[in-house]
């Protein structure tokens, strides 16, 4: 594979593998090392791309494993926490809603459990297809789907709670 078919084959992906990483390593900074890493692994695995079915599927695999791993290492203390996505509005009085909204679900969605974290990342903000995430995850579509409603209703409900003041 020449660098050309490469860069075709794996650079479409770039944005969502780096969505994904930081998603999991919530650092903007962190996020860029894990997306270089897995690029260079798949550059160094080149040859072997072509042969999997859903190249795309693999990188985020590779994504996803690594930044796990990354969590788990010695150095995920030296992780920041930083929030900077947000919608954009005209009016600031909106801007300053949306990220707040935006802010908060990103803050109940770290307090989910991994996979669950993992799925409503996957499905709601990649728009990735039940059947492509089982494959990525090493998982069936029901646990996926299973999963994927827990993660929205504890969502929910920790929004519920939020905007309402705890008031029933």
């Known amino acids: ?7 075709k084959t794996v650079m479409p992906y770039k944005d969502k593998l780096f969505r994904l990483a930081k998603r999991i390593l919530v650092s903007r900074d962190e996020a860029e090392d894990a997306v270089q890493e897995v690029y260079l ?16 599927a693999f990188a985020v695999t590779m994504t996803k494993n690594y930044c796990l791993d990354r969590l788990r290492s010695k150095q995920a203390g030296n992780l920041k ?45 990649e728009q990735y297809e039940f059947a492509e995430i089982a494959k990525m995850l090493d998982s069936n579509e ?22 309402n003041y705890g008031i029933k």
């Not at 594979?1 to 860069?7: A, I, V």
């Not at 509005?89 to 991994?114: C, H, Q, W, Y």
């Open 41 to 56: 692994k798949l550059w160094k695995g080149k040859q072997k791309i072509s042969k999997y079915d859903n190249p795309e």
């Open 142 to 163: 029901t646990a996926i789907r299973v999963n994927l409603s827990r993660a929205r209703k504890t969502v929910r409900e920790a929004l519920k709670k939020q905007y």
């Open 1 to 7: 594979m020449t660098q050309s078919e490469f860069l």
């Open 81 to 125: 926490i930083v929030h900077s996505n947000y919608e954009h509005s005209d009016n600031v009085e909106r801007k300053v809603e949306a990220r707040d909204g935006v802010n908060m679900v990103f803050e109940i969605m770290e307090t989910l459990p991994e996979t669950q974290r993992i799925v409503l990342q996957l499905r709601d903000v």
